[in-house]
């Protein structure tokens, strides 16, 4: 098979190497969101396109990591193709049903649900529902304040039910945390992935956020759960907080991003180059790089937040769910979006970026005004994703 080198890839100096010419380097695929380090040698044998003379292991790795890749594949049309298909897949396959969490003295309302999921199965052409499982994404967008004594309940309702067709669920919970609520891990059996955002807000003290992640830590080390939870935390961070920031806290940091199922991301407006050295200094390990899947639960958070009675200012939602670096909020190449990204003049075709950030489908003008935050820094944010210091 003929090879060339992909157009969605960076050359990006190691920092502590930047001023010497013959130093490894960093190759960052867009299109895989994978990182590798290549000497200088290789990387000028595979800019020569001398691919040959590449050790075959080397070109494996290439390959897999989308790098090279065949020279007849029109890339831009493969990759908006190929996120159309997974797009389509996942709305075929699974549904995403927000869930109501009871006030207090309130009972769940099972029937409720299961009207709901009976409806939305009832909705699916037959060819989506044959001989496949089929995916219900539970979404909880955590309410303040919330009992969270149900949670049992409603799982051994989720075992006991009988749906229409084969059906597996998957419990996605959002919850703010500004020091006013416990966080609970819900341990549910009856859920294949059971995955929980918490966006730390940067108004919280530095005792209460080393608190409230201690008592996260404890739960996630907790043995016999009986499905893993994986807790993906997200802080906002304002001006320098990290400066302020305890060594107990930034201790705690380090051990919970060290666990496996533990994915932190810091989001900050101000100046990231300072934050991403801090927290590669501490070897807090954190994660600084869009998901190159797009995931589908943005429509149903914003359901979910047209809630009155959630009990805190939805605008916190809206914020993380405008940061485009985070999976949850991630909402892009639906078949209406690929048309409108088609049908204009926008420059979002030609980017290098696009398979990260998907496009934006109204780009008016040229420039990086409206693009996502991650692209302005996406050089030091993958040297950060590979654990290199900054400086
Ligand atoms: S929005 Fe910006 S970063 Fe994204 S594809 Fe368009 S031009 Fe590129």
Known sequence: MKLKLSKYVMVIPI?????????????????????????????????????????????????????????EEAETDFIITRNLVRAADERDQSLTIPLRAPAKGEEF???????????????????????????????????????????????????SWQPPVKTQFILQTLAINEGCIELIIPRLQSVILNKLYVVFSHTQQPS????????LLQQMQAPGGPTPAILHGVFLAGAGDWERWTPDLVDTLRVLSAQRNVHLEFITEEQEEPLLHFLTVNQVKSNWLPAPQHRYYRAAMEDSMQRTDLGWDAEDIRYMLSRASLEAGRVYYDTDHVKRLSNTTSPCRDCLYLPLCGGHADKLAMGIEDCPLFVRQLSARVAAGAGLSLR
């Open 15 to 71: 920092p502590a190497f930047r001023d010497k010419p013959d130093a490894d380097r960093l190759l960052f695929s867009t299109r895989t969101g994978k990182i590798m380090r290549i000497s200088s040698h290789f990387l000028a044998l595979l800019q020569e396109g001398a691919f040959l003379q590449l050790p075959d292991k080397l070109v494996a790795i290439l390959l897999n990591m989308e790098i090279l890749v065949p020279d």
């Open 109 to 159: 309302c099972y029937t409720s649900l299961q009207q709901d999921i009976t409806q939305a199965l009832a909705a699916m052409p037959p060819s989506s529902v044959k001989g496949f499982k089929y995916t219900v994404r539970l979404l909880l967008v955590v309410p303040h304040p919330m009992e969270w004594d149900w949670l049992p309940g409603l799982d051994a309702w989720l075992r």
């Open 208 to 215: 209460g956020l080393t608190s409230a992640l201690q008592s």
